[in-house]
């Protein structure tokens, strides 16, 4: 009994994501090579992702709205997990109220707070948040 | 508060990488035996359990269950909290609710993490929304580079006053027996010169993960005053809540919503105008270095901007005006779930007077603050005279 015992397992957890509809909006919108928001009607607070709920003030979204796709680095951090180096920043796009996490394609050296950024898009128009797939200075 | 509660014993595990030596029960049944121990206490006396970790950090669910007979539970009411880094505070504000409300006489929290058993970094990833976050997150330590640059940019911070952060922290964990990292020589240029995990956040300007657990045990006042003569008294707590996604709320990195709301809150409470000056010792969650500067100006312990200040000043050393982590901090021991309620249970022994080598002389009025992942904060003031 000198010797610890310790078991090794792993645990598969597949899952399944209901995304309802102002999730749907934003991902479809991403395979059509668009950025889409949403706008409270309450406090007009715009939010990127598109989302059910106003992130402010927790009312009702109303419509959905194509947001212009270029956006402005507002911060970032140069990480390397698991031996990949890559940027992260957080985006406003459009000049929307909220910032959308994303990956910053760019030497971290030549990024400034409030540069502009473009997407790159991926080849694939796929529904998903790596359409883009990356931002990159304009 | 319906009636008043009092912290009137607190035990922790001997915090390490990996404790080989013990199961997860095994090694929470040694902070419990610690805890009732310490005031010759015994699991009879205890009327109602709280319980909390991670979820999903050693792939485990229902934890509470896998551990009821170690904890004394069987039979008893037992309420599992699981809200994230702030679940330990989480715990003792339970507790303290459970027991001003009248329901329960004593009552046992309970926090504990076994980080070596598990993938942190994976079950991290499962916060992030599966459509938006995921796939484009850098887990705890990238949300931490963002929330640091922020500050950075907003407050002109430098890296010498974080770093000043971190060598504050493993110093002081050499007085405590407990801390995991204790590093009695570590200079502000060793941090600086540590690999750079998440910019600006170096090795050093980040805690450790560790195993560990902590106890601590609540009561009503006539049971408190027989247990211990110097009972640590719940004078005010506040739970703030902030939404999940790291863009809605920009300006919330570096100055935490949550934190600011917590804090205000039970500062109104407690009647404290000044915290700087009525605090006599403060025990914050801080998971990085910056983070515990940035800390420093939405507590309000100095005006915007001027954390970094505050650290240069020496102002938070354990010999100066306001003592913050005299215990050693988050960045010197990390058993996530346990770390919260480490706060309040070394801001109890500070009030209680037996913090041992690292006890900051007569404190009266403590804080203790638990954090997660910018989203949470929970703040509790405890005092040595009942409020």
Redesign the interface.
């Known amino acids: 009994m000198s010797e ?1 015992t ?1 078991l090794h ?1 792993k ?1 598969n957890l597949p ?1 399944r ?1 209901t ?1 309802g509809d102002f ?1 749907k909006a ?2 479809y919108g991403l395979a059509d090579r668009r950025i889409v928001g949403s706008r409270c009607p309450a406090c007009l607070t715009v ?1 990127v ?1 598109a989302r059910p709920f106003c ?1 402010e003030c927790s009312a009702h979204s109303g419509e959905t709205m194509d947001m212009k796709p270029q956006g402005t680095l ?8 698991r031996g990949v180096t ?1 940027t ?5 796009i459009g000049g929307a109220d ?6 910053v394609d760019a030497e ?1 050296s030549a990024l400034e ?1 409030g540069m502009e950024l473009v997407p790159r898009w991926s080849p694939e128009p796929v529904p ?3 359409a883009i797939a990356a931002f990159v200075p304009a | 508060m319906g009636r008043n509660a009092a912290i009137v014993a607190a035990g922790q595990t001997d915090h390490v990488s990996r404790r ?2 013990v199961s997860i029960p095994e090694m929470v049944r040694e902070a419990v035996d610690r805890c009732l121990g310490s005031k010759d206490l015994n699991p009879g006396q205890v009327d109602a359990v709280v319980v909390g970790n991670m979820e999903l950090f050693e ?1 485990i669910n229902f934890p509470e269950l896998w551990m009821a007979s170690a904890i004394g539970a069987a039979g008893k009411p037992l309420f599992k909290l699981n809200n994230g880094g702030t679940v330990g505070a989480s715990v003792a504000v339970a507790a303290a609710h459970l027991v001003a409300s009248g329901l329960y006489d004593v009552v046992l929290g309970i926090g504990y993490e076994k980080q070596s058993e598990g993938e942190t ?1 994976s079950a991290i990833t499962t916060v992030g929304d ?4 995921r ?5 705890a ?2 949300n931490f ?2 929330m ?3 500050y950075v ?1 907003e407050s002109g911070v430098t890296a010498e006053q974080a770093a000043k952060v971190t060598v504050k922290a493993r110093r002081n964990a050499c007085l405590n027996p407990h801390a995991h990292l204790q590093s009695p020589d570590i200079t502000v240029e060793e941090v600086l010169a540590s690999r ?6 170096r090795l050093l300007d980040m805690c450790p993960s560790s195993d560990g657990a902590c106890a601590v045990v609540m009561a009503a006042p006539d049971r408190a005053r027989e247990m211990t003569p110097r009972p640590a008294w719940v004078a005010a707590t506040e739970t703030a809540h902030d ?1 999940q ?6 300006k919330r ?1 570096a100055r935490m919503r949550s934190l600011i709301a917590a804090s205000d809150s039970v500062y109104s409470k407690a009647g404290i105008v000044d915290p700087r000056a009525e605090l006599d010792v403060a025990e914050v969650y801080e998971p990085a270095s910056y983070a515990e500067l940035a800390m420093y100006e939405s507590l309000r312990f100095c005006d915007w901007g001027e954390g970094g200040s505050l650290v240069d000043e020496g102002v938070t050393l354990m010999d100066g005006e306001l003592p913050v982590n005299p215990s050693g901090g988050v960045l010197s021991t990390n058993p996530v779930g346990a770390t919260a309620l480490i706060r309040v249970a070394e801001a109890a022994l500070q009030v209680m007077g037996e913090a041992g080598d690292h006890q900051i002389p007569g404190v009266e009025t403590a804080l203790a603050t638990g954090y997660g992942g910018n989203a949470w904060t929970e703040a509790v003031i405890l005092k040595g005279s009942a409020p």
């Open positions: 610890p310790v397992q645990i899952y994501y995304a999730h934003f991902l939010a992702p992130p507002e911060t970032w951090s140069t990480a390397t997990i890559r992260y920043g957080l985006i406003r909220t910032l959308m996490l994303h990956i971290p707070v998903e948040i790596t | 080989l030596d792939g970094q599966p459509a938006w976050e796939s484009v997150m850098a887990g330590i990238g580079g963002v640091a640059s922020t940019a750079m995990l998440a910019a600006p956040l939404t996604f790291m863009g809605d709320s920009p990195l």
